[in-house]
């Protein structure tokens, strides 16, 4: 531990010398007796001052967290040499605080005493932290010294984007090959009654139809819709970031990501992730819960990266990107490049949906005339944008604060039931 | 006679003054968290009970172990009040025990200061080796202090 001198030894010091040389100077030895206190306390304080041998760790119980969500953890503390006061200060990563009450603590510890304090952690915001930097600070009895050091044993902890709720969600219009919850276009074995056709050989027996059957004198079977499962690809855009009062569209952005994402996986569907923005990463379309960690652990390394090097979806794998996948992106709708992207991909016939998240409330309108005005120009660019991917026949779902994501869906599955998809 | 009285009258409204100079540094020292201010503070109390003496000029000034035991209180307080700042989960029991010591210390001082005061009644001797023996004695004090207080482990 590392010695260093207290403010009041400090102090106590200047006065000393003062009081002593005023005694010198002014022939008065009650500036002396005046003086005698704080020499007193200098003397026992550093006489009494050996270094503490203390040993601390914080150890953190879980590492894998959903946002907003208590961490409980413990601080150890071992002492080999009496400590009058040991203060324990949690230095936590910008985004980690102490569930209640302060981040530091004060024990006095025997010598050979061991002492645990368990402490409730929290993370504010999704993301990856390292949580386990400890601060010590030992004083002695009269506080003339201090001997600090800091432990920098950390655990790694992951906290998870807290999803949002969502009841139905955007429905692919074309399925794979496998066996999901989707109802196909196609006809096949399954649940959903699709039609009836005239019995062929080969036919099972319990497709027939007899009441069918009955009316039209010839045997007459059922055809249904198969369950299959679909590929959906997350496009998030981390172009670019709108933040205030410790909200960002990027934040939201990854909120619903996840919420998509754990949907998806829930019906056995393929889900794909591809961040797009000053870093590429993608994420191949896979199915089950592993996809989903993966996925999630995929997210928490987004942020905005400012780049001015332009790549298009060409340096995509075409792998990520199935034929027949639904293609969503999520986006503050802020980066003229991520439009031109979508644009791209509509033109290789991609099935592609939007969902926008708001920035309006985090953007004040201003105070001056031209600011004003610059607001105005920026909402109307932001309708320009919009109106493009409209044009392009891509439905585009308004995510903002005073919006459910279930009803922001909505408009864009009103619209996806009665847009034909086109060839352009 | 007369010039005694002058003294006197000027001294007050120095001392006054001083205490009051005295007193804001030390509110100032609270609510800014600056500690350098608890020491200017201890200082302009210590000028204010030396320009007492030099009006009043008392053989020996038996309440000086007194101004000295409540000069310690004050920065013991205002030291601990600057630490309290911080937000820190204490122990039961821990302002107690700190106060108790704080005390201790207090009656320490006032038996220390008494004692010295004793001796200096005693032993009155002037004289420029004297001078020149206290000079010594205090720069070799303090240099004793500031170095064991800056040695680092």
Known sequence: MTRAASP??????????????AALVLRRPELAVVAAPFALSLALGLRAA???AVAAALAVDAERVVERDEIPATIEVRAATRVERLELLLALPEGVEVASGPGAFAVRLAAGEERSIPVALRCSRWGIYDVGELRL?????????TWERTVADTTRVSA???????????????????TGSEVARTKGDGIEYADLREYVPGDRLRSINWRATARRGGLVVNEQHPERNTDVVLFVDSFSDVQHAGRSTLDDAVRATATLAARYLERRDRVGLVTFGGILRWLQPAMGTSQRFRLVEALLETGVEPTYMWRDVNVIPARILPPKALIVGITPLLDRRFVATMADLRGRGFDLAVVEVDPISYVEAGRTELERLAYRLWLLDRGV?????????????RWGHDTELDAALEGVRTYRRRARLARV | MLALADAGEVALPVGARLVALALLALVGAIVLGWSSLVSVSLLLLGAAYATHLAADDPALDVRAPLVAAGLLVTAELAYWSLEEREEIRAERGESLRHLGVVTLLALGGLVAGSALLAVADLARADGLA????????????????????????
């Open chain 1, 160 to 178: 998870y984007p807290r999803t949002e709720s969502l009841r139905r969600i955007l429905a692919p219009r074309e399925t794979q090959v496998f």
């Open chain 1, 385 to 397: 944008l919009r109106g493009r991917l409209a044009r392009l026949g891509i439905a585009v779902a």
């Open chain 2, 130 to 153: 004297i001078d020149l023996l206290g000079a010594a004695a205090a720069a070799g004090a303090l240099l004793v202090v500031v170095l064991y207080a800056r040695r680092t482990d």
């Open chain 1, 50 to 52: 050996g270094a503490p």
């Open chain 1, 137 to 145: 600070r030992a004083r002695d009895a009269l506080r003339i010294v």
């Open chain 1, 8 to 21: 009041r030894l400090e102090g106590y010091v200047i006065v000393l010398a003062v009081a002593l040389v």
